[in-house]
């Protein structure tokens, strides 16, 4: 069949940089072009099982074209209640995760061990295995393989992507012996702008960009450390078509120079490497003009043992003045921890303010 890598080969519906659902247009050029530079950057290995959804561009793009043109073997998973149990039968070499996955597995990982009373155990031996590194001696396969276990026991690279993750999880893998690469991409990108090296890696940044396409700070302030931070900007092979049948929408979503606004709000440190800050249209306005960026804040908060799930956002303090606003969080508590370690077999409001 005659292939043209100009004209629209995917369509995929997203909500863009608003909240009006838009329909990507995504070229073979836009696809093949953003893999072929991914693909230097990861350490694949031959076997890799997928819980990614098909209509997402990480999981159609990264998690199986990308498998396919390297040749590598994807087992498709039935769904999340069997993914323990596929993990052990199929025993991926690598995988490619969005951070809920992750935190998942580190918050059962830490709750078996802390049953075991072997928490302390666990974190001493992570402190000498990386002293030991230091020095040229990789201990980690024999000393941490039960807590590899959970990942079928084969598994020796992830890569997280989709949403910001925990630099402490991916600290805490990479200790074990599972290195992770933190990555960021947008639809409208074929997904990927950046990714971190697999011989390179920066916790907390997504890496810099990839080869196809060039990325930029839109900003003219500076914060604490000198860097530019303001909203990510993007322009390459790999950026969009446009909208599907949405001129309005496509003409608002590039700059007079043709870069992509993301709406995603970073910085950049003087490698050229990327850090997330947050989402444009989430941040908080304090009213003295301080920028909050709620998914900072979410963070903090998820490393809280008892947190399952979190919400940041921003509420008048009082009706007259909608400026003047107080930062809040909704929690939803870890059931687990709670019945374990506070003695609740529920999560009654009055009981929890006691906590």
């Known amino acids: 069949a005659p292939i043209d890598p100009e004209v ?8 863009g940089t608003t909240g009006k659902g838009k329909g990507v247009m995504l070229s ?15 350490d694949f290995s ?15 793009s990264v998690m199986l074209i990308a498998h396919v043109m390297i040749g590598a073997e994807v087992y498709i998973s039935d769904g999340i209640k069997y993914v323990a149990r596929e993990l052990k039968a199929e025993k991926p070499g ?9 935190e998942t597995f580190y918050r059962k990982i830490l709750a078996n061990v802390k049953e075991q009373g072997k928490e302390d155990i666990l974190f001493r031996m992570i402190k000498v295995s990386n002293g030991l590194r230091k020095v040229g001696i ?11 276990a959970a990942f079928g026991g084969e598994v020796k690279m992830i890569i997280s992507g989709g949403a910001p993750i925990n630099p402490d999880i991916l600290a805490f893998f990479d200790a074990v012996g599972i290195s992770t690469l933190n990555g960021y991409g947008i639809t409208e990108c074929a997904p990927l702008t950046c990714v971190t090296p697999y011989y390179a890696r920066k916790y907390g940044s997504v890496g810099p960009e990839v080869p196809c396409c060039q990325a930029r700070i839109d900003g003219d302030e500076l914060n604490e450390k000198g860097y530019i931070e303001g909203e990510i900007q993007v322009k390459g092979d790999n950026v969009m078509l446009g909208y599907y049948k949405d001129e309005d929408a496509t003409r608002d979503a590039f700059d007079g120079d043709g870069f992509f606004k993301t709406g995603d709000y970073g910085k950049l440190d003087e490698n050229g490497v990327l850090y997330i800050t947050g989402r444009k249209k989430n941040v908080i306005i304090t009213a003295n003009g301080k920028n909050v960026f709620p998914e900072e804040i979410e963070q ?17 303090r009082n009706e007259e003045d909608e400026r003047d606003l107080v930062i809040c969080a909704k929690i939803v508590y870890n ?16 009981d929890l303010k006691k906590i």
């Open 8 to 15: 629209m080969a995917l369509l995929v519906f997203t909500s």
């Open 28 to 42: 073979q050029r836009n696809i093949c072009s953003d893999l072929a530079d991914v693909i230097q950057f990861i």
């Open 46 to 60: 031959t076997r890799c099982m997928n819980v990614l959804p098909p209509h997402h561009t990480y999981g159609s």
């Open 94 to 102: 690598h995988m490619i995760l969005v951070p809920l996955y992750l």
């Open 138 to 148: 990789d201990m980690r396969k024999k000393l941490f393989g039960a807590v590899r």
């Open 300 to 316: 903090l908060i998820s490393n809280l043992p008892y947190v399952e799930e979190n919400f940041v956002f921003g509420l008048p």
């Open 335 to 350: 059931a687990e921890y709670m019945k374990a370690e506070c003695g609740l077999d529920n999560k009654k409001e009055e």
